[in-house]
């Protein structure tokens, strides 16, 4: 008879998502989450079935943390400024090297068509609609294509998460940010 193992499923989710994180899809070996996690093989795989099926609920708990930090409501140019403060404040820490987890498996799965490329698409195009709905509400008054804006707050954005991981200059990912928001009247 087999003995039970106990553990928090979540906790697994997360230091499986972190070492993903660090070391992207292809880079992180089964090895490397059996350390990281202290699972064994057979209880990693009884648990998550296969490596793909944990990376894509890694994805999961990522773009649930990531929608908790959408716009919902309120005011859009508050937002966008807070949004964007918050970005290069957590750029500048020295520890955070890893970008962005759905900007990095994007560039992964630059040119898949499997389930975690297809998550990964999807992640990023629920981080366009976010972008979208307050560019809209930014707009909602004059004849002006908030497209324009959408792309220039993504660009931004992701430009500031991936040159942080290797440039920790405050005054230089804030100029990014304001280059993005100054045609919306906002600095930060």
Do not use: H
Not at 155 to 164: K, V
Not at 172 to 182: G, H, M, S, T, V
């Amino acid at each position: 008879m087999s003995r039970t193992v106990e553990f928090d499923k979540d906790d697994i989710i997360e230091k499986a998502m972190n070492t993903f994180w660090t070391k992207g899809y292809e880079g992180t070996t089964l090895k490397d989450l059996t350390e990281v996690t202290g699972l064994l093989k057979g209880s990693l795989y009884n648990t998550f079935k296969s490596k793909e099926n944990l990376f894509l609920l890694c994805l999961e708990k990522y773009g649930s943390n990531s929608k908790t930090l959408f716009y919902v409501d309120g005011d859009p140019k508050e937002y966008v400024k807070n949004f964007f403060k918050r970005l290069v404040d957590e750029g500048v820490k020295k520890e955070n090297i890893n970008g962005c987890l759905i900007m990095n498996s994007c560039l992964e799965f630059a040119d898949s068509d499997t389930a975690p490329a297809k998550k990964t698409k999807a992640l990023f195009k629920t981080v366009e609609l976010n972008f979208e709905r307050v560019a809209k509400a930014l707009v909602q008054d004059s004849d002006e294509d908030p497209q324009k804006y959408q792309t220039s707050l993504i660009t931004a954005a992701f430009s500031i998460r991936e040159i942080s991981k290797f440039k920790k200059d405050k005054k230089f990912l804030k100029q990014i940010a304001n280059n993005a928001l100054r045609d919306l009247n906002i600095m930060i």
